[in-house]
């Protein structure tokens, strides 16, 4: 509980750090690839966030996803590649491939899908190569170029709105 608790504090240090070199967006081209970061403790239907980005104009093939748990029992199996605060060390690297493997793909666009701050998932959205990041406003303010007001429970007026203000800043 106590080391735990001590991980946590050098980990917030390392994003503090890493907070000051936020480069603004570079997206010129249009929205294809879209990378999505979910925490499933406080949302679970990721398959109709999923069927709403399609619905959108999304090619299913182009979205990715990485799921976050709070805690992983040991014999549990994912559907999608799932991940926990044990998979990351002291120092902010990550013992998966498939965690790497999300962080260096250039994304057009990542949606960091959670309304709570959780340092794993505020590291992987900070250190994302993804062009246009966005996600919702109760996250701090320099992390994504485009935060939405709601929670994460309303995933169809989320996406509504993404798509809304992705059409006026010409992105799709």
Request: charged share 25%; hydrophobic share 40%.
């Amino acid at each position: 509980m106590f080391i735990s608790y001590i991980k946590v504090i050098s980990l917030k240090k390392i994003l503090k750090r890493s907070l000051h070199n936020v480069k603004p967006s570079s997206l010129i081209t249009p929205i294809q690839t879209v990378g999505i970061i979910l925490d499933e403790s406080y949302f679970s239907n990721k398959e109709q966030l999923t069927e709403e980005l399609i619905a959108c104009g999304i090619n299913e093939n182009n979205i990715n996803m990485i799921v976050f748990r709070d805690k992983i029992k040991k014999n549990e199996s994912f559907s999608k590649p799932t991940f926990s605060n044990n998979d990351m060390s002291w120092k902010g690297d990550f013992n998966k491939i498939f965690i790497t493997n999300f962080l260096n793909t250039p994304f057009d666009m990542l949606i960091s899908y959670y309304d709570t701050e959780k340092v794993p998932l505020l590291y992987i959205t900070n250190h994302s190569k993804a062009l246009f990041k966005t996600g919702f406003s109760t996250i701090d303010k320099r992390l994504n170029h485009l935060m939405i007001n709601t929670n994460a429970e309303n995933y169809k007026v989320f996406v509504h709105e993404l798509f809304r203000y992705l059409k006026i800043l010409n992105k799709i």
